[in-house]
């Protein structure tokens, strides 16, 4: 992302939601909880205002498949399918005892806001550029009182690193069991770096974490089917993808940084869990999910 710039992936993801949510083929998949909260998170800055001026304009809905054809096909879709997933895997870890949720590179996410007034026993922390945050943080003050167990903590990673920053916050927790969220965030590391994030997580928890994220196959696997754009886009906007990865290899991976998986979900998995009947469109195939779990 560019300096002093909030991520454009953040506001990207946020459009394409409230896209689907407008939309209503898949009624009920983006709930009208995230459509409000994030309406009001693009509504606070002029960037986000452009974007959901786009959601009403009949040339934009228009370019909508083109654009997903030059990037990602089923963009959108996948974004709705993705957030789906990810906030199953966290309330099912709160179901099991987790009481302290970490989402790294949170973005304009609405999840960790959404459930922290209803889950007071639960620690939940988003992390993420200042740039981003200081979208955000403001827009959700706005939208009502914040509660004590959710912290906002701004991270500068040029500058910062996780390790000294979240181990460094008083709200974090490291003997409470902890689910960490990586969402978008692993393909854009380095494999170098995408370790070191690893073992940091192990570091930082007294209690072996969890983590749910998202991974991107290799290119000219059968299952890419990354638009021919995409990474010219994410370049120009100073988000370039750094790093692929198979099925096959997560587990080795995973492994090698003392993480056990739990689970790996392809779109065509993840898909029938949150959407009855067939698909009315493309489905986005290059991303999927991962639940892992670490080991002492």
């Given at each position: 992302m560019k300096e002093n710039e909030a991520s454009a992936t953040a506001y990207a993801v946020m459009q394409g939601l409230l896209h689907i949510g407008r939309a209503n083929t898949y009624p009920g998949l983006v709930s009208a909880e995230t459509m409000e909260t994030g309406t009001k998170i693009l509504s606070a800055s002029p960037e986000?205002?452009?974007?959901?001026?786009?959601?009403?304009?009949?040339l934009m809905k228009a370019a909508v498949p083109l654009i997903e054809w030059a990037t990602l096909p089923g963009l959108t879709l996948h974004y709705a399918l993705r957030k789906r997933?990810?906030?199953?895997a966290v309330r099912a870890a709160m179901a099991e005892g987790v009481t302290q949720v970490v989402n790294l590179g949170a973005g304009f996410d609405t999840l960790a806001w959404r459930l922290h007034l209803a889950h007071p026993e639960v620690n939940f922390i988003e992390i993420d550029h200042p740039a981003t945050s200081g979208v955000k943080?403001?827009?959700l003050r706005q939208i009502g009182t914040m509660g004590d167990n959710l912290h906002l903590l701004e991270v500068?990673?040029?500058t910062q690193t996780l390790?000294?920053?979240l181990g460094g916050l008083s709200g974090f927790k490291a003997d409470r069991p902890t689910?960490?969220?990586?969402?978008?965030?692993?393909?854009?590391?380095?494999r170098d770096e995408a370790g070191v994030l690893l073992q940091t997580l192990n570091d930082l928890c007294a209690v072996p974490p969890r983590l749910v994220c998202t991974c991107v196959v290799p290119a000219g696997s059968p299952d890419d089917n990354i638009g021919p754009f995409l990474g010219i886009y994410l370049k120009l906007k100073g988000e370039a993808l750094k790093w692929r990865i198979a099925h096959e290899d997560v587990g080795?991976?995973?492994?090698?940084?003392?993480?056990?998986?739990?689970?790996i979900a392809s779109p065509t998995v993840i898909k029938p869990r949150f959407i009855e009947?067939?698909?009315?469109?493309?489905?986005?195939?290059?991303?999927?999910?991962?639940?892992?779990?670490?080991?002492?």
């Open positions: 986000g205002r452009r974007r959901i001026a786009q959601l009403s304009s009949p997933y990810i906030e199953a943080a403001p827009a500068d990673f040029t390790a000294d920053r689910m960490f969220v990586c969402e978008g965030v692993i393909t854009y590391l380095t080795p991976f995973f492994a090698e940084h003392n993480f056990d998986i739990d689970e009947g067939p698909l009315k469109g493309t489905l986005h195939r290059s991303e999927y999910g991962v639940i892992a779990r670490g080991v002492v």
